[in-house]
């Protein structure tokens, strides 16, 4: 269910980018229990001109390591979980790749539960 | 007003990949009854490295074929009508290219109605 | 706190995309009130295969200088502070680069405030 849309700068490694994602799909698992195969990211790669951030905004020193992650994902999780869930995604991602945590931005999107469907046009959610 | 993101693995001919935004486009007409001239749709071609994706979550298999369309348009339709809109770009989407139902993945992300401005810096559907 | 995701035709210049940037940066302070540092923005650049747009949906005339901003920010803005900001980003748009009015699609997603965080692994926005 959770749609992930990961945009970081471009000129890391196949390896590191890989990393990131799977670090962010670990703490997803852990944090709000989704079921492991519950895995759809799309990774995206920009130059300096196109991934514009701040570097300082509410005293938080960003750098060109900054990597934007934004999750689409059923509404419901209670606030305590959607915190346990951006602390957990820092943590894996400086034990993955040494991600300095102020290089990590999260935008969780709600959407309601019917408004998915994983294939064959159904709506697998929308019963449950 | 739908805003539609396409996203799918690089190496299919922009005349598979027309087709396939037609085929979108074509649905949404017939399912939500939107007007035929309101179409806007980004498409994004990521390599497997870039489009990670589960191939049997839900029990769905799901290959290299795999089209993720995350639309984002106006709260209100039923879910009946949702659910016919998943079921239309599933089969659309398999008369126009042949793509398996299981390598459809649709994320519908609604909004207010005020929330579109289609030009001119004015919110159209505003006032409706 | 916005994301803010602009997608255009590729082919424009650096400058001229930082300018289009900027533009729509500073219609988000002047409207909204956000921060000056509250800048986050992914740009994106497209072929004319991979950008479809109608030409003249709502009777408004739209050519390849089409600009898609998608903003992702917190609900709770009234419809006439809404509607500023859509006016503010055309008007600057069009003292920036001279974009047509027309060429200006706007599409705004509101979340609740404590769907971010903005590093560190906090949600920064939740108990203001």
Known sequence: MPLVRIALRQGKSSEYRRAVADAVHE??????RIPPADRFQIITEHDSESLIYDPSYLGITRTDDLVIIQITMNVGR?????KQLFA????????????????????LVEVAKENWSFGN???QYADK
Chains 1, 2, 3 share one sequence.
């Open 27 to 32: 703490a997803l698992v852990e944090a709000i």
């Open 78 to 82: 209670t606030l305590d979980l959607r």
């Open 88 to 107: 957990r995604i820092a943590e894996r991602l400086a034990q993955a790749v040494s991600l300095r945590k102020e290089d990590v931005l999260i935008s």
């Open 121 to 123: 046009g159904e709506a």
